[in-house]
């Protein structure tokens, strides 16, 4: 038996349908999953990364059991998803962020003790368990408040206990930190690298891409429905055109400067871009497969200017998703 | 069961003001208020031949308050069972409901529990209204009025279920709630006997279980009506069973239908 989630060639379509005159008519179905094959190991994260609209959050609904896939397979420690739904919903939860998933007129409390009876928690294990959870995501003291009284933070960091409420083996994380204040996605992303390491499989969707170079061992990059990448996020990013970005700011504008760096621009084949920063000084930013900060440094000396500011960004795995995901790469 | 019990009797006693009440108890009231005032002042306290023929007795106000408040339970029962899983869905909660390894049928069995003991007080409170107003109800058969009682359960749960997995596919409540409650208000005997109906509405009416736990309630309540109650009853059984059944299997692909059109959104 094959631990972890498994996806074989899963494929998700959804029926479409348009007005044409006075009727709706059928036309041909829209793929959100195309062939997707992944693996989600116990221990540790992995990320599923994509532009909006790739496929993640259907994914995610395949993998939870609440969608049936329309080909492939889909297994949790080699049960079926389809076939042996409500074992797989007993080891897996999903916590999604912007999405309600609680109940507004009971308290927190009063939700972790519900959700907690629908998962089977035995009474004495629960009442611990909903301490265990309020405590962990700092709701004891709001926990006899209603929901509806909750800020947005609050109810998210709510919906994070809901979702632990079973102890699940697996986790499906999407954009878990939506809308959480700075030291709580923190606390969150402690936690979810806690999880990790004591034995649950965490898939996590972000749009955080820190958060995901953070946190997963493993990504895999899709784009509708398909998969065009994976590897570690070092290795993702790796694998596109390297782009250094080398952005200083000069103490006043000089216009032989300008006409240097535009000219070392254009030798290069460089992107370049030039504003002013808040104080009014000149700004230039340098785009390019190479680090060219030698280049620009010595341009600028050789004329005489004073940099009163310098960084060099190197290529990231946002350059990675949108360089892999660009349709005109992915057709080539 | 007893989970979701619980937290509906939490979310009732939280969200809906006593106004609320006073409201759901309204059509009852005005339906017997209507009905005592043309008994008395037009038809002079008489009914007709056609309607001691139809009902084996002449108590009207009898007949009507009942069927009222009959009428009140079944569309406050239908209003809570039928619509619990809409009101998820609307909610953002239905998800979190389906990722649950909990089954449909005690979450539905724990929806009618909580139900009951709401609809049962207001039911109660629109009788004790009836009676402030002058109407004198006989003392019913205890039995037969235990086997109405569970009849009337039966059938309406029977009919919620399939109900609502046709709100979910659909989408909405109201158009679908409505159609039905004016289908039964026309079609089930509540305040007139189904044999003034056309032949056709009759059938209609034969189809659905409330008519035939009505016909069991009838036997229990009005004086004079020689019926036997438990024929009914059985036809009553097995047709609120068999809607049920119907229900609970469409139920998860309706589930399933508005799990698409949320993702698709």
Same mark, same amino acid.
């Given at each position: 038996?094959?631990?972890?989630?498994?996806?074989?060639?899963?494929?998700?379509?959804?029926?479409?349908?348009?007005?044409?005159?006075?009727?709706?008519?059928?036309?041909?179905?829209?793929?959100?999953?195309?062939?997707?094959?992944?693996?989600?190991?116990?221990?540790?994260? /992995?990320?599923?990364?994509?532009?909006?609209?790739?496929?993640? /959050?259907? /994914?995610?609904?395949?993998?939870?059991?609440?969608?049936?896939?329309?080909?492939?397979?889909?297994?949790?420690?080699?049960?079926?998803?389809?076939?042996?739904?409500?074992?797989?919903?007993?080891?897996?939860?999903?916590?999604?962020?912007?999405?309600?998933?609680?109940?507004?007129?009971?308290?927190?409390?009063?939700?972790?003790?519900?959700?907690?009876?629908?998962?089977?928690?035995?009474?004495?294990?629960?009442?611990?368990?909903?301490?265990?959870?309020?405590?962990?995501?700092?709701?004891?003291?709001?926990?006899?408040?209603?929901?509806?009284?909750?800020?947005?933070?609050?109810?998210?960091? *709510?919906?994070?206990?809901?979702?632990?409420?079973?102890?699940?083996?697996?986790?499906?994380?999407?954009?878990?930190?939506?809308?959480?204040?700075?030291?709580?996605?923190?606390?969150?992303?402690?936690?979810?690298?806690?999880?990790?390491?004591?034995?649950?499989?965490?898939?996590?969707?972000?749009?955080?891409?820190?958060?995901?170079?953070?946190?997963?061992?493993?990504?895999?990059?899709?784009?509708?429905?398909?998969?065009?990448?994976?590897?570690?996020?070092?290795?993702?990013?790796?694998?596109?055109?390297?782009?250094?970005?080398?952005?200083?700011?000069?103490?006043?504008?000089?216009?032989?400067?300008?006409?240097? *760096?535009?000219?070392?621009?254009?030798?290069?084949?460089?992107?370049?871009?030039?504003?002013?920063?808040?104080?009014?000084?000149?700004?230039?930013?340098?785009?390019?497969?190479?680090?060219?900060?030698?280049?620009?440094?010595?341009?600028?000396?050789?004329?005489?200017?004073?940099?009163?500011?310098?960084?060099?960004?190197?290529?990231?795995?946002?350059?990675?998703?949108?360089?892999?995901?660009?349709?005109?790469?992915?057709?080539? | 069961?007893?989970?979701?019990?619980?937290?509906?009797?939490?979310?009732?006693?939280?969200?809906?003001?006593?106004?609320?009440?006073?409201?759901?108890?309204?059509?009852?009231?005005?339906?017997?208020?209507?009905?005592?005032?043309? @008994?008395?002042?037009?038809?002079?306290?008489?009914?007709?031949?056609?309607?001691?023929?139809?009902?084996?007795?002449?108590? @009207?106000?009898?007949?009507?308050?009942?069927?009222?408040?009959?009428?009140?339970?079944?569309?406050?029962?239908?209003?809570?069972?039928?619509?619990?899983?809409?009101?998820? @869905?609307?909610?953002?909660?239905?998800?979190?409901?389906?990722?649950?390894?909990?089954?449909?049928?005690?979450?539905?069995?724990?929806?009618?529990?909580?139900?009951?003991?709401?609809?049962?007080?207001?039911?109660?409170?629109?009788?004790?209204?009836?009676?402030?107003?002058?109407?004198?109800?006989?003392?019913?058969?205890?039995?037969?009025?235990?086997?109405?009682?569970?009849?009337?359960?039966?059938?309406?749960?029977?009919?919620?279920?399939?109900?609502?997995?046709?709100?979910?596919?659909?989408?909405?409540?109201?158009?679908?709630?409505?159609?039905?409650?004016?289908?039964?208000?026309?079609?089930?005997?509540?305040?007139?006997?189904?044999?003034?109906?056309?032949?056709?509405?009759?059938?209609?009416?034969?189809?659905?279980?409330?008519?035939?736990?009505?016909?069991?309630?009838?036997?229990?309540?009005?004086?004079?009506?020689?019926?036997?109650?438990?024929?009914?009853?059985?036809?009553?059984?097995?047709?609120?069973?068999?809607?049920?059944?119907?229900?609970?299997?469409?139920?998860?692909?309706?589930?399933?239908?508005?799990?698409?059109?949320?993702?698709?959104?």
């Amino acid at each position: 038996m094959s631990t972890g989630i498994v996806t074989t060639d899963l494929r998700k379509t959804f029926p479409a349908r348009r007005w044409q005159g006075w009727r709706r008519r059928h036309v041909a179905p829209v793929a959100a999953v195309d062939g997707l094959s992944l693996r989600v190991p116990p221990g540790q994260v /992995t990320g599923l990364l994509g532009l909006n609209g790739a496929g993640k /959050t259907t /994914t995610i609904r395949i993998l939870s059991t609440l969608l049936r896939p329309t080909g492939g397979t889909v297994t949790v420690d080699g049960l079926d998803v389809v076939d042996h739904a409500r074992e797989v919903r007993r080891r897996i939860n999903v916590i999604s962020g912007g999405e309600r998933m609680v109940y507004d007129r009971l308290t927190a409390r009063e939700n972790l003790w519900y959700f907690g009876q629908l998962y089977d928690v035995p009474r004495a294990r629960l009442r611990t368990r909903v301490g265990e959870l309020l405590d962990l995501v700092g709701l004891t003291e709001a926990a006899q408040l209603p929901v509806e009284r909750y800020s947005r933070g609050m109810r998210q960091r *709510l919906v994070i206990a809901r979702g632990l409420i079973n102890d699940p083996a697996y986790l499906l994380l999407d954009e878990p930190t939506l809308g959480l204040d700075a030291p709580i996605a923190h606390q969150l992303r402690a936690l979810i690298a806690q999880l990790a390491a004591d034995g649950v499989g965490v898939l996590l969707t972000s749009h955080y891409l820190a958060e995901v170079e953070q946190l997963c061992r493993h990504v895999y990059l899709i784009a509708r429905g398909s998969l065009v990448a994976q590897g570690s996020p070092a290795q993702l990013a790796g694998q596109t055109v390297r782009r250094h970005t080398v952005r200083l700011v000069l103490s006043v504008a000089d216009p032989a400067v300008t006409a240097a *760096l535009r000219a070392l621009a254009a030798r290069h084949d460089a992107e370049l871009i030039v504003d002013v920063d808040d104080g009014g000084r000149p700004r230039f930013a340098l785009r390019h497969p190479e680090d060219l900060v030698g280049v620009v440094v010595t341009a600028v000396v050789q004329r005489g200017a004073t940099i009163v500011g310098l960084t060099v960004t190197p290529p990231t795995l946002e350059d990675a998703i949108l360089t892999l995901t660009d349709p005109a790469v992915m057709a080539r | 069961m007893g989970a979701t019990f619980v937290r509906n009797w939490r979310i009732t006693l939280r969200a809906y003001p006593w106004t609320y009440f006073v409201g759901t108890l309204a059509t009852g009231v005005l339906t017997i208020g209507v009905s005592l005032l043309a @008994y008395r002042a037009i038809g002079g306290g008489r009914v007709g031949a056609s309607f001691t023929a139809a009902t084996g007795s002449a108590d @009207y106000l009898g007949y009507v308050t009942v069927g009222a408040a009959a009428l009140t339970f079944v569309t406050r029962m239908v209003l809570w069972v039928a619509k619990a899983q809409i009101t998820e @869905y609307r909610e953002g909660t239905l998800e979190s409901q389906l990722l649950t390894p909990a089954r449909r049928l005690p979450y539905l069995v724990g929806v009618t529990a909580q139900a009951l003991s709401t609809t049962a007080v207001e039911v109660t409170v629109l009788v004790a209204v009836a009676s402030a107003l002058g109407v004198r109800l006989s003392v019913p058969d205890p039995l037969v009025l235990l086997a109405a009682m569970v009849a009337a359960t039966v059938a309406v749960v029977g009919m919620s279920v399939p109900l609502s997995a046709l709100m979910l596919a659909a989408g909405e409540a109201h158009i679908t709630q409505n159609t039905l409650f004016t289908a039964m208000a026309l079609l089930c005997g509540f305040t007139f006997p189904t044999s003034y109906l056309p032949a056709a509405a009759r059938w209609l009416g034969e189809a659905l279980p409330v008519t035939w736990a009505l016909r069991v309630l009838r036997a229990a309540t009005l004086p004079g009506a020689d019926v036997d109650p438990w024929p009914a009853f059985a036809v009553c059984l097995v047709l609120g069973g068999a809607y049920l059944l119907v229900g609970l299997s469409i139920l998860p692909p309706a589930e399933r239908r508005a799990l698409h059109r949320s993702a698709r959104a």
